[in-house]
């Protein structure tokens, strides 16, 4: 059970931090999330 | 392996500050989008003054006045604190006010597309004719100026891009094309800005070293703008245009493109240029962005702070063939991140640093200094996006404990013995790996380094043809002083005196016979 269990998700990812891509694949590991919206972002 | 060596590094920032509200990204779309925005309105309130710029530590670091390990000694925030004895002129470069700097906008424009007012102008050439580097000539360049009347109907009625200087109108880049998207007066505007800061650049690495212009081959630009016109947007080349005005009048160029990772990019190409023997003197050079001053000005607002981002950057470096003396550029201890990489953090750092460090059987520790992404935090913390450099060196330092290389009990004293504290500004490119090369140069000769490694990332999504983004990395080293020669074949004229004595002794045989 993970808190993003059935959940529509959306992901700004960082390019120094934790891109958009990485944090999906996690996301996807949970039951039932949908990923609507998934960018990374370059704050600098 | 006869390497390539890093020779010389220069480095310049310009003070613009009206370019921020009339120039800047973020202030232009705040102007489309929210135009009586309470953001803008504070702006104004929230600029520096010339001299703040100058007093400020990292910009002192960017032009050589003070080292890394010296910024480390500046509490922060440094916004607030002003380093004694600062100066406009470093050992790598200067700190260029903007009315100079329009002045050399002018100098750089080769088409008669900046019009300069009048008064602007005289007080501007005499400011010029007192700098280093600018002769009659090149005040000449300047012209005699324009009534401010004609400058204002270029504006108004002819799309010309303003020029302020302290809120005035003082004068305008023409747009080089009646239609023409790619040569508006906007992108000549960016684009003059590119060449004119990055010939200070270069000027600034000739004649703080003592080099013959002449002597350099090749150059390769690697900003992160684009000239062209609508047939081939981004055709080129701001690299043989700056070569023209630095009077390096042997080189030809290119410009070369990778987002942030375009100068490691270039660095990675000029070593491989020199060490083949194709060219012996490459200069890598690039201007600043105007788009990017300002960039977090709303969070500086917000937290009360002054617009941090209020500086153009530029640099250049001389690769030049093995001198036995400076820092030797391994072509073989190369890292890249391929399209086969993935995005995870440790995909990356893997990719960047740990597979050039295989390649030479060296450990995470072996590299003394890592120069990653050097952002000033002064302006990224509060904006939100925390320390870059510091979070580049911890995700090292744990990829280090991964391999064994490193206890995790050490990974604070890694990042305080093998980082630096970030001192470039946030202009793209400009603080991607390269603002150490300088420092670099003088830690493995003069110092005690032995081993830095330079890293270049660049966020190639932003272009929105592919979803992935780039990186390379180089490993640069002290010079272990044998230089090797290269072993030639013999020569045609030695090939025929050979066969010609061998002849000879033949011949006397038989007749001794």
Known sequence: MSILDNKKVIIIGDRDGIPGPAIEECVKTAQGTEVVFSSTECFV | ?513
């Not at chain 2, 059987?361 to 990653?372: A, Q, R």
Request: with cysteine.
């Open chain 2, 1 to 513: 392996m006869n390497c390539s060596v890093v020779k010389a590094a220069g480095y310049v920032l310009v003070h613009t500050p009206d370019m921020i509200l009339h120039n800047g990204t973020t202030q232009t779309t705040e102007k489309i989008t929210n135009p009586d925005s309470e953001y803008l309105k504070k702006v104004p309130e929230h600029i520096r003054p010339y001299e703040e710029v100058v007093n400020y530590a990292p910009n002192q670091a960017y032009i050589g006045n003070i080292t890394p390990e010296e910024l480390k000694g500046y509490e922060m925030p440094w916004y607030d604190k002003d380093v004694p004895n600062s100066n406009r002129f470093g050992k790598f470069g200067e700190i260029m006010p903007q009315d100079e700097f329009i002045g050399l906008l002018k100098i750089s424009d080769a088409f008669d597309l900046v019009k300069l007012e009048k008064e602007f102008v005289k007080v501007i050439k005499e400011k010029l004719s007192a700098h280093p580097f600018f002769n009659e000539n090149d005040l000449a360049k300047i012209k005699e100026g324009e009534e401010l009347s004609e400058i204002e109907v270029q504006v108004k009625d002819h799309h010309a891009e303003a020029i302020y200087n302290h809120g005035k109108l003082v004068g305008c880049v023409k747009k080089a094309h009646e239609i023409d998207v790619n040569l508006n007066a906007h992108v000549m505007y960016e684009n003059l800005v590119v060449k004119a800061s990055g010939i200070l650049a270069f000027k600034h690495l000739l004649h703080n070293n003592k080099i013959d212009p002449a002597e350099i081959e090749y150059v390769i630009e690697c900003s992160e703008e684009a000239c062209g016109d609508m047939n081939q947007r981004g055709g080129g080349n701001f690299a043989k245009a700056i070569a023209e005005s630095g009077e390096a009048i042997n080189a030809t160029g290119s410009d070369t493109r990778g987002f942030c990772a375009a100068p490691t990019h270039a660095l990675i190409k000029a070593a491989a240029l020199v060490q083949a023997g194709v060219y012996e003197n490459v200069v890598i050079v690039a201007g600043g962005a105007t788009a990017k001053l300002g960039m977090n000005g709303k969070d500086h607002v917000k937290k009360g702070l002054p617009i941090l981002e209020d500086v153009l950057g530029g640099f250049a470096v001389l690769i030049s063939k093995n001198d036995g003396v400076n820092p030797i550029l391994r072509t073989d201890l190369v890292g890249r991140h391929t399209v086969g990489t993935g995005s995870s953090p440790q995909a990356v750092i893997t990719s960047l640093i740990t597979a050039p460090l295989d390649k030479g059987g060296l450990k995470i520790t072996d590299i003394d200094k890592y120069s990653v992404e050097m952002q000033n935090p002064d302006v990224t913390k509060p904006a939100g996006a925390g320390d870059v450099p510091t979070s580049n060196y911890k995700m090292i330092a744990a990829i280090g404990v991964k391999r064994k290389e490193l206890e995790r009990k050490d990974l604070g004293s890694f990042v305080e013995k093998h980082g630096m504290p970030g001192w470039a500004p946030t202009q793209g490119h400009i603080p991607s790996g390269v603002p150490y090369l300088g420092f670099a140069r003088e830690d493995l000769t003069e110092g005690k380094l032995n081993k830095v490694m330079i890293v270049g990332k660049g966020s190639l999504f932003l272009g929105r043809m592919t979803n992935l983004f780039d990186g390379v990395s180089i490993i640069m080293e002290r010079n272990p002083g044998n230089i090797e020669e290269k072993v030639t074949g013999a020569s045609k004229e030695e090939v025929k005196t050979m066969i010609a004595e061998a002849m000879r002794d033949f011949a006397s045989h038989l007749l001794k016979e």
